[in-house]
């Protein structure tokens, strides 16, 4: 079913859809994402390497000098925030090839929108928390005499059986309903991305109204699909992990320069991987939910 709301068309998205979109898109651009996401790869790790080569080094060497470890702490920040532009400005760059193919890339404004977009992610995913703070306390005023306050609902209370099956139930379910509200947030504001690249803006607010707006009819679709595609990327980093780990393991033995190859080809087949499907997730969204808003480039 489709409506029609601020001029833009929306459809009411399947998980079928979503997946299809999303290997189109993957299939489509898969050069494209290879070459942006693994130069931003070789440059995030020259820059760790730059900046960080000796940090945990000299930490090490000075356990005990406070001032060490809040140098070592603003280096990690430092590159932290450098590689977040670097990876988000290449997001930018990769969903914006994908919809207007042909087009020449805009370095100036996907380093810009891209860590306009972190920002935006960053504040909702702290309004998210202190929403999720805000209920834990209520529920610890409301149930604090049958489960013994909010202490009762945490990982270590369950583990030395302070607390009866009753509480261990409610507990269950309000953490399957914590995560179950981070999934939401989560989908509501997928496509966030993609519509700042679509639109062109460096502005986050853009973005993440029209993502609210439009994801409003598939929400809970959204959250299934969410659900369902990080399940099989666990089950794909754990196999990989296991098969590549174990070979390499045994090939090239315990020696430095072993391990350094091994985290060199983990990082090619499998979490290069995992963040070209990353990236191609939103666009699937995007394109089964609001299919006319970013014109048929890939489908």
């Given at each position: ?15 079928g ?14 050069m494209?994402?290879l070459l ?6 070789v ?10 080569g000796?940090?945990?080094?000299a ?20 590159f932290?925030?450098?590689a ?8 930018m760059l ?18 810009q ?16 928390y ?6 834990m ?5 409301i ?18 059986g ?6 261990i ?24 991305g993609p ?7 460096r ?5 993440f109204?029209?993502?609210w707006r ?34 390499l ?10 391990a ?6 983990m990082?090619a ?19 089964a ?8 480039v890939?489908?």
């Amino acid at each position: 079913m489709g409506f029609n709301n601020g001029g833009s068309v929306m459809t009411k998205m399947s998980i079928g859809a979503a997946f299809s979109e999303t290997f189109a898109f993957l299939k489509t651009n898969w050069m494209q994402m290879l070459l942006w996401v693994g130069g931003a790869l070789v440059v995030v790790g020259l820059l760790g390497y730059l900046f960080l080569g000796s940090t945990f080094t000299a930490m090490a060497m000075s356990a005990g000098d406070p001032s060490a470890a809040f140098g070592a702490l603003g280096k990690i920040f430092l590159f932290a925030l450098i590689a977040s532009v670097i990876l988000y400005g290449v997001c930018m760059l990769i969903w914006r090839g994908g919809m207007h193919p042909g087009e020449a890339p805009n370095f100036a404004w996907a380093f810009q929108a891209g860590p306009a977009f972190a920002f935006g992610t960053f504040v909702v995913m702290i309004a998210a928390y202190i929403v999720i703070i805000v209920i834990m306390l209520i529920l610890g005023i409301i149930f604090g005499a049958a489960l013994g306050g909010v202490g009762s609902m945490s990982p270590e209370a369950l583990a030395s059986g302070a607390v009866g099956g009753g509480a261990i139930f409610l507990i269950a379910i309000l953490y399957i309903a914590l995560l179950a509200f981070m999934l939401w947030v989560q989908g509501r504001f997928s496509v966030a991305g993609p519509v700042m690249a679509d639109r062109l803006t460096r502005n986050p607010v853009t973005g993440f109204a029209e993502s609210w707006r439009i994801t409003a009819a598939s929400q809970w679709k959204i959250v299934g699909f969410y659900l369902l595609f990080t399940l099989a990327l666990i089950a794909y980093v754990f196999v990989a992990s296991l098969i590549f780990g174990g070979i390499l393991g045994a090939i090239l033995g315990g020696s430095a320069v072993g391990a350094i190859l091994t985290m060199i080809v983990m990082a090619a087949v499998v979490y290069l991987p995992i963040m070209m499907f990353s990236f191609s997730m939103p666009m699937g969204i995007y394109r089964a939910i609001a299919p006319r808003a970013s014109g048929d480039v890939f489908a």
